[in-house]
């Protein structure tokens, strides 16, 4: 087996925490972050739902969904 890592191109994305330079590789332990730091940011932000989605749920008294079904 053949490592191919010097010829293969580098592939770099932004942080999505800090939107820096962050290298797309098996040797980056954090991609796609740049940094544990940025990573971490990221787990403290998802853990705390900061990254939850507004629910269109109906109010209690309503049947969600089909009526029809239930």
Do not use: H
Not at 18 to 37: H, I, M, Q, T, V
């Amino acid at each position: 087996m053949t490592d191919n890592s010097a010829t293969t191109p580098k592939k770099w994305v932004a942080c999505p925490t800090c939107k820096g330079k962050s290298l797309y590789a098996p040797s980056n332990a954090y991609r796609p972050f740049c940094s544990e730091r940025c990573k971490n940011i990221d787990f403290g932000a998802w853990a705390s739902a900061s990254f939850s989605l507004p629910a269109d749920a109906p109010p209690d008294d309503q049947v969600f969904g089909d009526a029809r079904l239930q």
